[in-house]
């Protein structure tokens, strides 16, 4: 065999990187729930194989599909989080605030939500009263009515305390169509706030690590500053919430589903001291930490200082910025030119993000 | 990153001062010289592809990927064996975060514990020690590993359940020590490397004269360097230097963190619980003697691999692996025959890319792009 060059080594791995995945697990481990690879693959190679349809395809966070004359948006989410209160929330105002979003991101306005409660035998009352009044207040806040539900029991020790499902549906009054692979050279990519919040304060909120702070997650309704940013940036091509695996995850998905080069700039990422402080430490990237009340949109570049200027006029998005732009080469790759002054890759991860022992 | 400074962080991080820097090495290098330069610690390769350093850095100066990523070098023979403990009646397996991914033959302790098994994350082995307490119906065992930077903290831990009598902890050992490493790296015919970046977290245990060998009897210069960037490219200047003015010697960069004789009472607790193994095997390296510690008699009943009836499990590296001639600098990791292919982080098949610090993987991960940019000048 003759001598390959680096470079015929890269660019295989690139074309090995966009092959379909396939499971090879057994069985599922923590890593098919983390948002990276593994995840992706579950999705890709067993739901969507066995689903497919041209509504679940895209993979966005909702589907988008017409019913009469009405664009409707339709999701759902289930949400189980340790510790179930936290600093700035609780899994109660999570869920409804997540499925909101979920539909927002669309371009749509979020109207009724379902509510599905597992609950462990033992569970206290008080604890689900306190989640139920922070749904409902969250729905309030919203501007949503929570329509339907369900409730299961199940014996001590199947189930942690409380899980929660919500469902939602919106109504897209917005000729918008915003989509993940509308993404092109020269667009500019924007998040509305400090990244990683919501992950830390639920990290030192398991005291596991003895750091204590002020940090606060960041869950709240996202409708508002969407409909600011839409009618800033009409052109707008894509807007997602930075849920379970950051930032980072949703560029390689941009990335991927657009055929582009998403290339960040680490400086102008905004990211709390707290949390800087708190990833540090850990040996994690607070790109791939999660955000509940926090949103990933790619606007045209000439409409991005407007988009930024009207998002900053909210205290949700006082200090939302522009945190990188779409290039056109090397497609499907996520880069970040660091404070420093080099240049790395951001891969999607490929399990929950682990602290680094040295 | 933030628009606020982070005190002792960014201070190290400031690009100004990287490009003086950077300009000064360049200035160091004799054009066409190939200088080859082995980062030891998996620590350092982190920071490296993390910022970007490579950037800075002339094409004539090429980093090697060392061999200190404990993650990696564990072989699957003992993930195997950590994995049997823990499938043990009673037990909890309690381990560093990074090294649930790292597979064994039959699997990872992800996969373990999808399978049954009561295996948690610490960030400590005193969480190990708290997990004991709260159980004492269970018996807690903490999977050590690590260089002499996580060993006096292992010892500490088993020091604490003795005072406290507790009896239901114990550690399964597999703590490794840098120096026989280095040797076994020297000694191999095949080495192309110039100089040495030194490990800083482990030389603040054992200080830097144990590398004094290096420096007077394979006459390469050894630099004892910090974790952040401009740490890294100061002591790459430091080491051309030395090339340059035909030295070799040992020089502490991290003197702000490393004093020159290590830490005293951490080598004494390491000494008082622990003793040399006559030999131990390194994923990608083989059995080298010396080169790791076993729990001392006098601890006995705090010494998983006494406790429990452990199989010893001996894993061979799989053939196509390559990772042996990474570690010693041979090969660049993207030229071995299954890298990104069958070799990627999900599904590593070698040491270097089961956790982010190794060799491999931080390559794949980050620093792919540094050589594809080359193709991308234009546009960028």
């Given amino acids: 065999m003759t001598q390959r060059t680096e470079q015929e080594v890269l660019e295989r791995i690139e074309r090995i990187r966009r092959r379909r995945p396939r499971i090879t697990d057994e069985r599922i481990t923590l890593s098919h729930g983390s948002g990276g690879k593994a995840t992706h693959t579950l999705i890709d190679a067993l739901f969507l194989e066995a689903f497919r349809n041209p509504f679940l395809e895209p993979l966005e966070d909702q589907a988008v599909f017409s019913v009469g004359a009405e664009r409707l948006a339709f999701t759902t989410d289930t949400y189980v989080v340790s510790p179930l209160f936290f600093p700035g929330g609780d899994i109660g105002d999570l869920a409804v605030n997540g499925t909101v979003n979920d539909l927002a991101v669309s371009g749509a306005r979020p109207l009724y939500l379902s509510a599905g409660f597992v609950l462990e035998e033992g569970f206290p009352i008080a604890d689900l009263r306190r989640i139920v009044a922070s749904m409902a207040k969250a729905a309030e806040d919203a501007g949503v009515q929570i329509v339907t539900g369900d409730t299961k029991v199940v014996q001590r020790g199947k189930a942690d305390g409380c899980f929660v499902n919500t469902a939602g549906i919106g109504v897209l009054e917005r000729p918008v169509r915003l989509s993940a692979a509308a993404a092109r050279p020269g667009d500019a990519v924007i998040v509305s706030g400090p990244v990683g919040d919501h992950g830390i304060t639920i990290m030192l909120a398991r005291g596991e690590l003895g750091i204590e702070s002020d940090l606060r997650s960041d869950t709240a309704p996202l409708t508002v500053l969407i409909g600011l940013l839409l009618d800033a940036a009409p052109q707008t091509r894509f807007v997602r919430d930075a849920t379970r695996g950051g930032v980072a995850t949703i560029c390689n998905e941009l990335a991927l589903a657009s055929g582009v080069a998403v290339v960040l700039d680490e400086q102008s990422i905004p990211v709390r001291p707290e949390v800087r402080g708190a990833s540090e430490i850990l040996g994690i990237d607070p790109l791939y930490v999660a955000c509940e009340g926090r949103f990933v949109a790619v606007v045209a570049g000439d409409e991005a200082e407007a988009a930024v200027a009207a998002l900053r006029t909210h205290p949700q998005g006082a200090e939302a910025a522009v945190i990188g732009r779409i290039a056109d080469d090397p497609p499907g790759l996520v880069l970040v030119t660091t404070g420093f002054g080099g240049m790395r890759i951001i891969d999607m991860l490929v399990g929950d993000p682990l602290p680094r022992i040295c | ?380």
């Avoid at chain 2, 005190?7 to 690009?15: A, G, L, N």
């Avoid at chain 2, 295996?119 to 307490?133: G, H, W």
């Avoid at chain 2, 960037?229 to 230097?241: S, T």
């Fill in chain 2, 1 to 380: 990153m933030a628009p606020e400074g982070m005190r002792f962080v960014d201070e190290y991080r400031d690009r100004e001062k990287a490009q003086a820097l950077a300009a000064n090495i360049a200035t160091l290098v004799e054009p066409g010289r190939r200088y080859g330069l082995m980062e030891i610690c998996g620590g350092h390769t982190h920071t490296i592809y993390k910022h970007g350093i490579e950037d800075y850095l002339p094409e004539e100066v090429q980093l090697v990927h060392g061999p200190g990523c404990p993650v990696c070098v564990i072989p699957m023979g003992r993930v195997d064996d950590a994995i049997w403990i823990a499938e043990q009646e009673g037990v909890i397996m309690t381990s560093f975060g990074d090294l649930l991914r790292v597979p064994g033959a039959r699997g990872s302790f992800l996969d373990a514990k999808a399978r049954g098994a009561d295996i948690q994350m610490v960030y400590s082995p005193l969480d190990s020690l708290r997990i004991a307490r709260n159980h004492p119906d269970r018996r807690v065992v903490f999977m050590a590993i690590g260089f002499e930077t996580t060993t006096p903290s292992t010892a500490m831990t088993v020091l604490r359940a003795a005072a406290e009598g507790l009896e239901n902890f114990s550690v399964f050992c597999n703590h490794v020590t840098i120096i026989p490493a280095l040797e076994a790296i020297l000694a191999s015919p095949d080495l192309h490397i110039d100089g040495f970046i030194g490990p800083g977290h482990v030389s603040t245990v054992i200080g830097c004269e144990p590398y004094r060998f290096i420096a007077e009897k394979h006459g390469r210069p050894f630099v004892v360097a910090g974790f952040e960037p401009l740490d890294i490219l100061q002591a790459i200047q430091m080491l051309l230097l030395q090339l340059r003015e035909g030295r070799s010697e040992v020089e502490n960069q991290y003197t702000r963190v490393v004093p020159w004789d290590g830490n005293q009472k951490a080598l004494q607790a390491i000494d008082e619980v622990m003793e040399p193994r006559p030999t131990f095997e390194w994923r990608g390296l083989g059995w080298i003697p010396d080169s790791a510690m076993r729990i001392r008699e006098k601890y006995a009943r705090f010494d998983a691999e006494r406790i429990f009836d452990v199989p010893a499990t001996r894993v061979a590296d799989p053939p196509a692996c390559q990772c042996g001639e990474v570690l010693r600098g041979t090969i660049k990791p993207w030229e071995c025959k299954v890298f990104g292919t069958a070799c990627t982080p999900e599904t590593p098949i070698g040491t270097c890319m089961v956790s982010s610090e190794g060799a491999c993987a931080a390559y794949y991960n980050f620093g792919r792009f540094t050589r594809l940019r080359v193709r991308q000048a234009g546009s960028a």
